[in-house]
């Protein structure tokens, strides 16, 4: 079973459960374009009441065998909600696929490549994954540059089947996070 932590803490910020006090701030990110534009949302999700469908979906998922691993990224010194983070098992044994998005207003500042790092020390750590995958629009450039800001490697291009097109696949195993990080 999958445990969602309590918090995880870095120097700048906290990944944390979803709260219903989220759902505004969550909002204001879903139905930003620049963000969600590669994203795969579909158009009922990123309305007001789709967000808040998605939003108790994850939460109440918490309390199940089966939790929607995404985490809420907050600032820790304004508690401010910046984005949104987590982790999908995959059927493959010890392997997680990543997400992640962060509030337009602050991109540029660190605190994407700080949640991935944070995200992967857990997973690595307490989760005791094996490798970490990550698929990303060609056009998406933030989001590869992000990726392999983060330590991700690219593999190549390689079919995604819910989204139905090749996509930038990258990759961080556990062999990499113990030479990134010990």
């Known amino acids: 079973m999958l445990k969602i932590p309590d918090q995880l803490i870095s120097n700048r910020i906290i990944l944390r459960p979803y709260r219903m006090d989220d759902l505004e701030p969550l909002y204001g990110l879903m139905r930003d ?55 999908s098992l995959k059927e493959e044994p010890h392997v997680a696929e990543c997400f992640y998005a962060l509030c337009y207003e602050y991109w540029k500042n660190g605190y994407a490549v700080e949640a991935i790092r944070t995200l992967f ?17 060609p056009h998406n450039t933030n989001s590869w540059r992000l990726a392999e800001r983060s330590g991700m490697r690219y593999m190549g291009h390689k079919y995604h089947d819910e989204r139905n097109q090749k996509l930038m696949f990258l990759k961080f195993t556990q062999e990499d996070f113990q030479k990134q990080f010990y």
């Open 121 to 137: 020390h857990y997973a690595f750590k307490s989760m005791h994954l094996q490798k970490i995958i990550v698929y990303v629009h």
């Open 33 to 87: 374009e620049r963000v969600t534009k590669f994203l795969n949302f579909n158009e009922e999700q990123k309305t007001y009441e789709g967000t808040k469908s998605l939003l108790e979906s994850i939460i109440h998922s918490y309390a199940t065998e089966k939790p929607i691993f995404a985490l809420a990224i907050e600032e820790r010194s304004s508690f401010l909600f910046l984005g949104s983070c987590g982790l």
